[in-house]
């Protein structure tokens, strides 16, 4: 997932909201891109705290999409994915951020680094 995620970054010059839209295309028809790195994931989404409401519900979106294309089989995994859509955008962002930046999704993704407040979010959409 991660290096789909920077071969994204690299095709789209870094537009975070360009890569989640490339993601979003091939996760859609790769399920497989999600689901085989669904514990990573899980992990990496139970540390973000910072989203912007938008690109959660976006991510979030297109995470249920693939659990319910996957039908009964992934029945269990529902639990988790609130934070596996958090891991996504933050993944995202911290491979458009500048080297040594520290990564928060809220700042990266909504407005293309301008600060949260101008995403007016203040960036504190916590939990799920």
Do not use: K
């Not at 992934?74 to 859509?85: G, I, M, N, P």
């Not at 962002?93 to 040594?100: D, F, I, S």
């Not at 809220?106 to 960036?123: F, K, L, P, Q």
């Amino acid at each position: 997932m991660r290096e789909f995620i920077r071969r994204a970054v690299r095709q789209v010059n870094g537009v975070p909201n360009d890569v989640l839209s490339t993601l979003e295309n091939q996760v859609r028809l790769h399920h497989e891109l999600v689901l085989d790195a669904w514990d990573e994931m899980r992990s990496r989404g139970a540390a973000v705290i910072h989203v912007t409401d938008r690109d959660y519900e976006r991510s979030r979106q297109l995470v249920n999409e693939i659990l319910q294309a996957e039908g009964a089989e992934a029945v269990t995994l529902r639990r988790t994915q609130d934070l596996v859509a958090r891991a996504i955008i933050e993944m995202i962002a911290q491979e458009v951020a500048p080297p040594g930046a520290t990564s928060l999704a809220a700042v990266v993704i909504e407005d293309g680094g301008r600060g949260s407040e101008a995403a007016g979010t203040n960036g504190n959409r916590v939990g799920g």
